[in-house]
């Protein structure tokens, strides 16, 4: 019984394939999708004068490459503080008049040590009850628009850029920005809550009292240190830290979904030094231009990167409803961070190519440049700089011991971890390979997609000033950029080669059984789109009825046979 059951199954399967076989399909033509609208590389509208080096209020504002330069007017701000700036250097910005108070030189060094910071929390393309767009908009790349929540220093005026447009203004952006002190100096870090939810602050890594001197918890942490900040509310931190090094601040309050929607940001103590006005925010990270007196001791130039991951449908959530209540439960009782997945690999705020606008890493020749590096991911991140090996100075903001120190080119931080980088352009086939436009990326392989496709990411350059024009744009000597500025690109209407080879590499029409399209009167099939000939099926079914009986007789007298191989092998053998 199980001989017939084997030999019927191997003549099933052989009629199967022979009946299948005949088969054809037509060969697909190759259509050519349009690009439809491409944005140009750099569309910022800044004005050539902000990527000069120049000085404004006794400010000294480096030269910024970048084609979406910071203003040097809130650089000035940043630096000086909002009192000790003309008031109009103050209206050229979108800070509020308070947000940031700088005063009492109290080791009278020639800087300020007393700093009133104020923070707010604020909405990024949020749902709105008027239409059906999002609002402030802000784009990590073409036509792509997760919802944020992010710490912003203190504005007045809209969220907006004007009456006429929906795009949030420059303060208001990922990642919360970075926030510089110095050591030793008395901070008051002031949150308001501007939004509808309860939010914190913890200054991660960051030397602060458990208990403030008014005897408040001073934690940021709700259950063990104080209330969590409630909306209307404010709350202020005091620290005085001791400590120099690159740290980390972010929200404690359900801190799985409140940190990947964005209140996170780096906290920077500078060393401590005569006359030492930092920059106290770096809205967006990227280039400081205006590194510390400390810094500029040693480097040439300082990068700030920050990077993060972005599951999508935890970043829908804010947008599904009005109500704070739905949200609410939406994202604290029915998102389930154990089943997600990230989707939008961020530097600085943006996925590539909006990271090529905003976060070169600009270079040249025999230069010392510092990166301090945050790992804002869900995991671990593996830094890997084409074209370079630098040096770990710093692990968690903590100085390692020179021979403590490796040169490497892959980088590895698990979660909130921080890194301070020693990049070198000598050419000497170790530290440089020379000038450039080198790849920066992580080599965590889903980090260079945006939402599955690639190239996407974090993706960034360290980019030799040579290659630069006067805008930031790069002179790239490879394919194309320009379906990478287009939304139909990141809505998956575009092969990725089609503007290189599109004869065989573009996108296919839908295919077809050859016997479903006929083909048409002017324009006759071609010959591999034929069908069958009539007597190919019968002849097949023959075939494959004479195999089956084949494989019946070989496993009823498999015995024989193998003794028959086994006697060949041996005689072969034995020659």
Not at 334 to 347: G, K, V
Request: charge should be negative; hydrophobic fraction near 40%.
């Amino acid at each position: 019984m199980i001989k017939r059951s084997l030999s019927a199954a191997l003549g099933s399967a052989f009629l199967a394939w022979s009946a299948s076989a005949p088969a054809v399909t037509a060969i697909p033509e190759t259509k050519k999708v349009e690009l439809g609208e491409v944005e140009p590389f750099c569309n910022s509208g800044a004005p050539a004068d902000w990527r000069k080096a120049q000085v404004l209020e006794g400010v000294e504002i480096r030269e910024s490459r970048l084609c979406n330069p910071d203003s040097p007017a809130e650089i000035a701000a940043f630096v000086k503080g909002t009192n000790n700036i003309s008031m109009q250097t103050l209206m050229d910005t979108n800070l509020a008049a308070d947000a940031l108070i700088l005063s009492n030189d109290m080791d009278n060094d020639g800087d300020p040590d007393h700093y009133i910071i104020k923070l707010e929390v604020m909405e990024l393309n949020g749902h709105s009850p008027d239409f059906a767009g999002v609002v402030p908009t802000y784009d990590i790349a073409p036509g792509i628009e997760p919802a944020f929540w992010v710490f912003a220093p203190k504005t007045r005026d809209m969220s907006t850029r004007s009456f006429a447009s929906a795009e949030a203004n420059p303060m208001l952006r990922m990642p919360a920005p970075v926030i510089r002190v110095e050591q030793g100096d008395v901070i008051w870090l002031v949150l308001e809550n501007t939004h509808y939810f309860p939010h914190s602050i913890h200054l991660h890594g960051v030397d602060h009292p458990y208990m403030d001197f008014s005897g408040e918890g001073n934690d940021g942490v709700g259950q063990t240190s104080a209330m969590d900040v409630m909306p209307g509310q404010s709350k202020t931190y005091v620290i005085k830290p001791r400590q120099a090094g690159t740290q980390y601040y972010h929200c404690h309050v359900q801190p799985h979904t409140h940190i990947p929607l964005g209140l996170a940001g780096m906290f920077i103590v500078e060393e401590n030094r005569p006359n030492n006005w930092v920059q106290v925010f770096n809205v967006g990270a990227g280039q400081v231009r205006h590194p510390s007196k400390a810094v500029a001791e040693k480097y040439d130039a300082e990068y700030d990167l920050h990077y993060q991951s972005v599951d999508k449908d935890l970043h829908k959530l804010p947008q599904s409803f009005n109500d704070p209540r739905l949200i609410a439960r939406a994202i604290n009782q029915e998102y389930d961070i154990t089943d997600a997945t990230d989707d939008y690999y961020l530097l600085n705020g943006r996925a590539f190519p909006y990271t090529l606008r905003e976060s070169l890493v600009v270079v040249e020749p025999n230069q010392k440049i510092k990166l301090r590096v945050l790992n804002g991911h869900t995991e671990v991140l593996a830094l890997h700089t084409h074209g370079h090996k630098a040096v770990e100075t710093h692990y968690d903001g903590v100085e390692q011991r020179p021979e403590a120190r490796v040169r490497r080119d892959v980088y590895t931080l698990a979660p909130a971890q921080r890194l301070d980088l020693e990049l070198e352009t000598v050419d000497d086939g170790l530290r440089s390979f020379g000038p450039g436009l080198w790849m920066m990326h992580d080599h965590v392989e889903r980090a260079f997609t945006t939402d599955g496709m690639g190239e996407g990411g974090s993706l960034n350059l360290i980019a030799y000033k040579q290659y630069l024009d006067e805008n930031g744009t790069p002179h790239t000597h490879g394919m194309s950029l320009a379906q990478y500025f287009t939304k139909k690109y990141w809505e998956r209407k575009i092969s990725p080669w089609q503007e290189v080879f599109d004869a065989s590499l573009g996108d296919p029409e839908t295919f077809v059984k050859a016997e479903a399209k006929p083909a048409a009167a002017a324009k006759p099939a071609a010959p591999a789109a034929e069908p069958a000939a009539p007597g190919n099926t019968g002849r097949n079914l023959f075939l494959g009825l004479l195999l089956g009986i084949a494989g019946y007789f070989a496993y009823l007298n498999r015995a024989k046979l193998l003794e028959t191989a086994s006697e060949w092998i041996a005689a072969v053998r034995n020659k």
